[in-house]
């Protein structure tokens, strides 16, 4: 079925940070939008007045396409085979080792399709995994994923990122080597995992090294522990003070930084600010990974300082990370459900006007960010929450997904919501295939 030529959601309330200055006020809310949808992608966007036509969401909370920012495809939905497992980071490393005799072609490829799948129906345009890359040999999952992307390329983006341990990184031939693969390869970006049981200077310094001169963004698992001196943040700030870095880094975890003392980690948060670092916190596994021990209540989270890092202006993600494995035992592909766990363990305001950006922003992720970001001459990707409530979200999480000017999911839910159908076309499930 083809695209309707013109197409207008009316009576959208979208976020105030997806609105440019100057939008009107209703009250304490911004005024209701008229989502014009020209050719399947965004034509304008302004303010609803009472005899706009189309289709009439009431005030139904709308997100463009969401950002699942972090992943792990290579590990996901194993839990069944892993056993008895021990609690913490590091154990969940050594259970994942161990279950990596299964991870033939057809494994790899199966289990991160069923994540793709999950994580498009759930809105998600855009997925980054990490694939752990552990000799200077490119792993079977980097090829099983570039085949993967290929296939999935116009329902979800799916970028890799090779994540390497500090120790390989320290033979500075084999990090050019890498760097050299990665650039080669579609879509696909630099890491490491930087740890107290792995640091090395020069693994990092060779890692930047090697990232910049190959134009890569860096994608950095970083003091994904509680620890009084972090050693990770530091050695990366120290080296980026004195060179340039002209892509962006992309700083995950760092639950480090909740355990330090308030005055250190404030100050290394004032120097990220000065320098193109994205942080990603990961709630859900970082709430069953960190200050765990069988039997006793944690004490700390293990949560980044999300806050502080929005009030320095340093752009900030949510995402999921593990799935159904050795690292977090349960969960899906859900960004939104993400953000309610960072929401109530974050004691994040205003989550939707203000943190919903953070499962949305894929600019973020860049080498640049868009600081006058806008739907307009985008596809048109997205999200309509089943309530007009933004107090209720996103605890409300039942959803409708439209891609490229058509609803993906089923309508019928909705209808008793709106003030008027959807059009014969939108009825139909269109899963893009």
């Not at 304490?28 to 969401?57: C, R, W, Y």
């Not at 752990?132 to 993967?148: I, K, Q, R």
């Not at 891609?403 to 899963?431: A, L, M, P």
Request: net charge negative.
């Amino acid at each position: 079925m083809g695209l309707t030529k013109n197409q207008y959601l009316t009576y959208a309330r979208l976020p105030k940070w997806l609105l440019p200055s100057g939008w009107p006020m209703e009250g304490m809310a911004p005024a209701l939008a008229t989502i014009h949808i020209f050719e399947g992608k965004v034509h304008s966007v302004v303010p609803s007045v009472q005899d706009d036509s189309g289709t009439n969401l009431s005030g139904g909370l709308v997100l463009p396409g969401l950002v699942e920012a972090h992943a792990h495809l290579d590990k996901t939905f194993t839990i069944h085979r892993l056993g008895e497992l021990q609690p913490g980071l590091l154990n969940a490393i050594q259970a994942m080792k161990s279950d990596q005799k299964n991870w033939s072609y057809e494994d790899l490829f199966d289990r991160a399709e069923q994540a793709l799948e999950q994580a498009y129906r759930n809105g998600v345009v855009f997925l980054r995994t990490h694939v752990d890359w552990v000799s200077e040999n490119t792993p079977l999952a980097w090829d099983v994923f570039g085949d993967l992307a290929k296939k999935w390329q116009s329902r979800v983006r799916l970028q890799r990122v090779a994540l390497i341990p500090l120790g390989l990184l320290e033979n500075k031939a084999w990090s050019r080597q890498i760097a050299n693969i990665i650039r080669l390869s579609d879509d696909s970006q630099m890491g490491g995992f930087i740890h107290s049981s792995n640091f090395t200077y020069i693994g990092i310094k060779n890692l930047i090294e090697a990232a910049s001169d190959e134009a890569l963004i860096l994608d950095l698992h970083i003091d994904e522990e509680l620890i009084d001196e972090p050693q990770g943040l530091p050695a990366l700030l120290d080296i980026l003070d004195g060179q340039s870095f002209h892509s962006r880094i992309v700083c995950g975890h760092v639950c480090a930084l909740s355990s330090v003392d308030e005055s250190v980690a404030l100050t290394l948060l004032g120097r990220v600010a000065k320098h193109p670092i994205t942080l990603v916190t990961l709630p859900g596994t970082n709430l069953l990974l960190q200050d765990a021990r069988t039997g006793r209540t944690p004490r700390n989270r293990g949560l980044t300082l999300v806050n502080e890092a929005m009030q320095r202006n340093i752009p900030t993600m949510v995402a999921t990370d593990n799935v159904q494995d050795a690292f977090c035992h349960l969960g899906e592909y859900d960004p939104v459900k993400a953000l309610q766990l960072g929401v109530y363990s974050g004691h994040l305001q205003h989550a939707f006007d203000v943190w919903s950006q953070s499962i949305c922003r894929f600019d973020w992720l860049n080498s640049a960010t868009d600081k006058n970001f806008s739907l307009v001459g985008k596809e048109a990707d997205f999200v309509i929450f089943d309530t007009k409530n933004v107090s209720s979200w996103p605890s409300n999480i039942a959803r409708l997904v439209m891609r490229k000017g058509q609803f993906i999911t089923n309508t019928s839910i909705f209808h008793s919501r709106f003030d008027t159908h959807f059009n014969d076309q939108n009825k139909e499930v269109n899963d893009e295939r």
